[in-house]
C-alpha cells in the first residue's frame, strides 16, 4: 500500500490563496512590476527631477476642472468624422482680478490635461482669471480648426491660436468677466512648443494695448532639431523590441499607482532608464500626432509605435527653425514687451543641444535661467518654476 501525505494547508498558504482569487484579473507581471516600483520609490534618496518629460502628468491623470468653453469648428469634415472627433474646447478658471493668463498647451496637449492645470496653479492661486487654449497640434483641435495644407505650418498654427483667443473673449464667460475694458494685464504662459506658442501669440494680444508678459518653460530652441530626434528615438524605439515590451510593461505597471500616490513617487525608478525615458515621449508623440494626418485614432500602448508614415521632419521645418531664427523672434518680442520675458531651460533637454541656449542667453541675459539638470519639462516641478513665475506676477 502506497500511502501519500499532504501537508497541512497553514494560515500563511491560505492568505496566499485568497490574494490570488482576489488579483486573478491582474496579469502577474503588472502585479509584481507594481510592488517592485513600490519598494524602489520608498527609498529613493532624492525627488525627480532629471529626466521628467512633458508627457509624465497627462498620461496618467486627466483632471476636470474649470468651465470649458467649445471652440466652434472652422473646417469642411463628413459627418461620420465629426461625430468621432471630440469637439475642441478651451478651459476657462474665473479669478477675482482683472489679469488673465493664458496658457498654451505643448504638442499634442489637451486643454483639460492635469499638466496644463500645473502650469495654471500660481495664477489660480494669485485669482488671475485663466484661460487654458489647447494646442493646436492636438488632433481634435487641428481637425476641427486648420485646413489639412496648414496643419504642418508653425505659422498657421500660431494664427489659429490668435484665432481661438479672439473668439473666445466674445464668450459669455469672457465678457461676464471683463465687460468691455478686457483683462488689465495678460501673463502668457507655456511648456515645450507651447513655450514657442505663448512668445509667437505676443504680436496678436499686443493689438490690444495691454501689458503682456511672458513665462517659457523648455521651448525647443532649433524645430527642426528637434522634430529630427523625435523621429529618430521613436524609429529606435520601434527597432528595439526588447526595450519596448520591457518599457511597456512596466508603464502597464504604474499606470494603475498613479491613482493613490504621487506621480513623483510612481516614476522615480523610470530616472533609471533615461534612453527608454526618451524613446517613450518620442513614440507617444509621433502616434498621436498621426491622427492629424491620417484623420484616424491611432493608439499608444506603451510597447508599439503604430504609425505609418507619419515624421516631425517635414513638420519642423516650418517657422523660424533654427536656433538663430529663434533668438531673432525672443529679442524681437522682448523688446516690444520691454523685458517682460522669462525662460527658464535645461541642459541636459532630450530635444535641444546645449549650446543652441548660448543665443538665448545672449539676447535675455538674467531673464534666462539654464540648469545642468531638469530634462525636458521637469523644471515644472521644481522650486524655480514656482519662484520665477511669482517673480514675473509681481
Not at 473673449?169 to 507651447?194: A, D, M
Request: proline share 6%.
Amino acid at each position: 500500500t502506497k500511502v501519500i501525505l499532504f501537508p497541512r494547508r497553514s494560515e500563511g498558504s491560505k492568505l496566499i490563496s485568497v490574494l490570488r482569487k482576489l488579483f486573478l484579473p491582474i496579469p502577474t507581471t503588472v502585479l509584481v512590476s507594481s510592488l517592485a516600483v513600490l519598494v524602489i520609490a520608498g527609498f529613493w534618496p532624492r525627488p525627480l527631477a532629471p529626466m521628467a518629460l512633458t508627457y509624465r502628468a497627462p498620461l496618467f491623470v486627466t483632471e476636470d476642472r474649470g468651465e470649458r468653453i467649445e471652440l466652434t469648428t472652422l473646417t469642411q469634415l463628413q459627418p461620420e468624422l465629426d461625430r468621432s472627433i471630440p469637439k475642441s474646447v478651451a478651459v476657462w478658471i474665473p479669478g477675482q482680478s482683472k489679469n488673465l493668463t493664458i496658457v498654451a498647451s505643448g504638442l499634442v496637449g489637451d486643454s483639460q490635461g492635469s499638466l496644463n492645470l500645473h502650469l495654471a496653479q500660481n495664477s489660480v492661486a494669485a485669482n488671475h482669471s485663466t484661460l487654458i487654449l489647447p494646442s493646436p497640434t492636438h488632433w481634435a483641435f487641428a481637425l476641427r480648426r486648420l485646413p489639412k495644407e496648414n496643419r504642418s505650418s508653425y505659422e498657421a498654427s500660431v494664427h489659429s491660436l490668435c484665432h481661438a483667443y479672439r473668439e473666445i473673449t466674445h464668450s459669455s464667460q469672457f465678457v461676464e468677466k471683463f465687460r468691455e475694458s478686457g483683462p488689465e494685464k495678460i501673463l502668457l504662459v507655456g511648456l515645450s512648443l507651447g513655450a514657442r506658442h505663448a512668445i509667437s501669440m505676443a504680436d496678436c494680444l499686443s493689438e490690444e494695448n495691454k501689458t503682456i508678459s511672458i513665462f517659457a518653460v523648455n521651448p525647443p530652441t532649433d524645430l527642426k532639431y528637434a522634430g529630427e530626434t523625435i523621429d529618430r528615438l521613436a524609429d529606435r524605439f520601434r527597432e528595439n523590441r526588447t526595450r519596448a515590451y520591457s518599457v511597456g510593461i512596466l508603464m502597464a505597471a504604474l499606470q494603475p499607482l498613479a491613482r493613490f500616490i504621487e506621480l513623483d513617487t510612481v516614476l522615480r525608478p523610470l530616472t533609471l532608464f533615461p534612453e527608454a525615458l526618451a524613446d517613450l515621449a518620442a513614440g507617444s508623440f509621433s502616434a498621436r500626432m498621426e491622427r492629424i494626418t491620417s484623420e484616424q485614432e491611432t493608439l499608444f500602448d506603451g510597447v508599439s509605435n503604430r504609425r505609418n508614415d507619419f515624421s516631425f521632419r517635414g513638420f519642423s521645418e516650418s517657422g523660424p527653425a533654427t536656433s538663430a531664427d529663434f533668438a531673432k523672434e525672443v529679442q524681437a518680442v522682448d523688446r516690444r514687451l520691454e523685458g517682460r520675458m522669462m525662460v527658464i531651460h535645461s541642459k541636459d533637454d532630450f530635444l535641444i543641444r546645449a549650446d543652441d541656449l548660448l543665443p538665448l542667453a545672449g539676447v535675455l541675459k538674467e531673464r534666462v535661467r539654464i540648469f545642468d539638470s531638469g530634462g525636458h519639462g521637469g523644471l515644472v516641478f521644481e522650486p524655480v518654476f514656482d519662484e520665477t513665475y511669482r517673480e514675473l506676477m509681481n
